[in-house]
């Protein structure tokens, strides 16, 4: 059984910082393409980030770029969202996805895309 874990969620203020971790157990993170999403309430899920298998590059939701950075520690098996000058509208419960098809590149605008998902961290930016 493969379980997807999201870490690091907290209360920050506006321009804080948080690292989100995303582990699994059962896949080597290395060989996925991983992403992660967030909901805000009472909207729907969008995506914010993601890297490829291929070649690890990442990719970013306009809304973040220049404000968050994706990595893989593979060592840990885990894959990182460092989110930096956050504003009160980056407030969501942030979800990471997992593609088991082994896929070469990534996508954040689907969720189909992504057939493994964590529980959410919950992220709030206080103004």
Not at 10 to 34: E, Q
Not at 81 to 108: H, R, V, W
Request: charged share 20%.
């Amino acid at each position: 059984q493969v379980q997807v874990v999201e870490s690091g969620g907290g209360l920050v203020h506006t321009g804080g910082s948080l690292r989100l971790s995303c582990t699994a157990d059962g896949f080597t993170l290395d060989y996925r393409a991983v992403a992660w999403f967030r909901q805000a309430p009472g909207k729907e899920r969008e995506g914010v980030a993601c890297i490829s298998r291929r070649d690890g590059a990442t990719y970013y939701d306009n809304s973040v770029k220049g404000r968050f950075t994706l990595s893989r520690d593979s060592a840990k098996n885990t894959v990182y969202l460092q989110m930096n000058s956050l504003k009160p509208e980056d407030t969501a419960d942030y979800y990471c996805a997992i593609d088991s098809s082994g896929a070469p590149s990534c996508s954040f605008y689907y969720t189909s895309f992504y057939d493994y998902w964590g529980q959410g961290t919950q992220v709030t930016v206080s103004s």
